[in-house]
């Protein structure tokens, strides 16, 4: 999982190959260029979502909310 | 004029609030910003954007893929959701815009011409947004932070000017340019 170089530093995490094949099948077309924006892109919306601190201050419906608004004003995919 | 090289510099606020308004007036008074013409001016914002990648850069923040490093001793245009996802290691100075929240959202409303029909639930998803960011940003060691209020910006431009000249720590900064880009013409939302 180093294929990707960018601006935040990585590190290698080892997970099953299997799971890196289907990875690999589910974001072709999509605009996930590598598995290791996928999964970053995964992982960060999981910790978000567990993370004490977040969860108190904005609910899940908050998120959903805000996110609908800021894809009606373009500034979300 | 030249900001720290080793620092990244975002000027943030909710979508709406001015920081549109704020890039254009960094950028009258010489201070280095980066933005590109991806989303063009248009009757919501006028005088332009000034954003990168199309507006979507927080798409790119959330999936780890924005080369946020490039944009050292720059100002550019995250809003507020995106600060979140901010990388944890680096330096920051941000100029966080405020503007009175009725404002603010009718300003998206008409921008993305929807009557919202849960104003009141989408108020209060906002200013929670906005405070937990807020309190987010204020509790990190490597971010500094200028909060400026929109509508005292409107009122009274000048001192506000000098709290951003302070605030960069420079006395280069054109300050007249910056104070004739604040358009009272275009404060069309009013509420206070």
């Not at chain 2, 009258?28 to 006028?46: C, L, M, Q, W």
């Not at chain 2, 979507?56 to 979140?84: C, D, H, N, R, V």
């Not at chain 2, 815009?97 to 009557?115: A, I, P, Q």
Request: with cysteine; net charge negative; proline share 4%.
């Amino acid at each position: 999982m180093q294929e990707k170089t960018g601006a935040e530093k990585y590190t290698s995490v080892q997970i099953p190959t299997k799971l890196v094949e289907q990875i690999e099948k589910r974001i072709q077309g999509t605009e996930f260029p590598t598995v290791t924006s996928y999964v970053t892109f995964v992982l960060s919306e999981v910790v978000s979502e567990t993370e004490p601190e977040q969860k108190e201050a904005l609910s899940k419906e908050d998120d959903e909310r805000i996110k609908d608004r800021l894809r009606s004003l373009g500034y979300l995919d | 004029m030249m900001l720290q090289g080793d620092c990244n510099y975002i000027v943030s606020g909710l979508e709406r609030s001015g920081t549109s308004m704020m890039m254009q007036m960094l950028h009258s008074g010489g201070v280095p910003i980066a933005y590109t013409e991806s989303r063009k001016a248009d009757v919501n914002n006028p005088k332009g954007y000034f954003e990168l990648e199309g507006g979507k850069i927080i798409t790119s923040l959330m999936k780890g893929m924005f080369p946020i490093e490039k944009y050292q001793g720059k100002f550019i245009k995250i809003t507020a959701y995106g600060l979140s996802y901010l990388p944890s290691t680096g330096k920051y100075k941000i100029i966080y815009m405020e503007r009175n929240l009725e404002e603010v959202l009718d300003s998206m409303e008409k921008m993305s011409n929807v009557v919202d029909e849960n104003r009141e639930q989408t108020k209060q998803s906002f200013q929670r947004l906005n405070e937990k960011v807020k309190k987010e940003i204020l509790s990190k060691e490597n971010i500094n932070v200028l909060f400026i209020h929109y509508n005292e910006m409107l009122k009274d431009p000048i001192p506000q000017v000098q709290r951003i000249c302070e605030f960069l720590g420079t006395c280069e900064v054109d300050t007249a340019p910056m104070v004739s880009v604040v358009d009272k013409q275009l404060y069309r939302q009013r509420r206070v």
